[in-house]
């Protein structure tokens, strides 16, 4: 059975980054491959030191109750998920350890999420550790951003130009990487849409709210959207339960966080809601997915440094939402 590195942000605190590295990493093992993450994690996007890294190492082989008794800020759902359903390898934390590992694969995919964001920039998930002598594959890898700053193009040329197979998430990085690196690339579909339904059942975890709700999933803390969301359940006679960024829409809705709603209990809650209010390209996707009427917010200005549009702009492409 041929061994296939995967490498991507599997350990962001989000649900989507979670979920798109299950579905990747589902989707490669039901074709007959041997597949893992590489452990590797990105200091830009990093967002708990060593020793905290270490403590939940320790906690993740304890019972639940245990573990909030000990500590109760940590974000354990999204940590057991990644131990539960996340095969990976041993912690890397330098490039020479990861080019040692690499040489023991067959293939290296990179992707999906917003890996070669200009950004966040980072060679090695653009496989600069892997040796010549192992197929290179991107698979919907996503520069997020509208065009690279003139001083990395070189950089991108270089790394992503050794890579066997490029495919990317969005036209707009297809256009990207010809217009100004010279590289064909494929564009795939994210992989939380390679995956049927009754694959996402077999890992989501039923919501327990009893009433009628609405899900809410907000990633800009700076929105405006809870006087809409207010009237649309008013209207309805629905209650409002979501998850959200800004610790101030606890005023308005009954408000998870990230310790008590992982990625399981995430598809759960947008299952056994009546429609979803979201920001988020994935909490659009899942609404899908599952048949569910949303409404979506726009995250980014056109005008933005950091506008991440073209993902949504892809979503109305593929599946007519505008």
């Not at 299950?22 to 967002?47: M, W």
Request: glycine share 6%.
């Amino acid at each position: 059975m041929k061994r296939i590195g995967l490498i991507t942000w599997h350990y962001y605190n989000n649900f989507g980054s979670r979920l798109q590295a299950f579905a990747l990493l589902r989707v490669v093992s039901n074709l007959g491959y041997n597949a893992r993450f590489i452990n590797y994690r990105n200091a830009a996007i990093e967002l708990l030191p060593t020793y905290k890294r270490v403590l939940i190492s320790v906690l993740l082989h304890l019972p639940y109750s245990i573990c909030k008794i000990i500590n109760n800020r940590i974000d354990y759902t999204s940590l057991r998920f990644e131990k539960d359903f996340l095969t990976q390898t041993k912690l890397f934390a330098d490039k020479m350890s990861l080019k040692k590992e690499a040489s023991g694969y067959d293939s290296i995919i990179c992707g999906s999420d917003q890996i070669w964001a200009p950004n966040v920039y980072n060679p090695i998930y653009m496989l600069d550790f892997v040796p010549n002598e192992v197929n290179k594959i991107s698979y919907a890898a996503s520069i997020g951003l509208d065009s690279i700053p003139v001083d990395m193009v070189e950089n991108y040329k270089k790394y992503i130009g050794r890579i066997n197979h490029v495919s990317v998430r969005e036209d707009k990085g297809k256009e990207i990487l010809k217009k100004q690196c010279g590289i064909d690339a494929t564009v795939v579909l994210d992989p939380t849409l390679m995956l049927p339904k009754p694959e996402w059942d077999k890992i989501k975890k039923l919501s327990k709210v009893k009433e009628k709700f609405i899900f809410c999933y907000f990633l800009k803390k700076d929105h405006q959207y809870k006087d809409l969301v207010k009237d649309f359940a008013k209207n309805k006679g629905y209650a409002i339960y979501g998850v959200s960024d800004n610790s101030d829409d606890a005023s308005w809705m009954h408000l998870y966080d990230f310790r008590t709603v992982g990625p399981c209990e995430f598809i759960g809650l947008i299952e056994g809601s009546e429609g979803i209010f979201t920001d988020s390209y994935h909490g659009t996707i899942f609404s899908m997915i599952y048949h569910k009427p949303f409404t979506l917010f726009e995250r980014f200005n056109s005008s933005d440094k950091i506008c991440q549009n073209s993902r949504i702009e892809q979503l109305k492409k593929y599946f007519g939402i505008d």
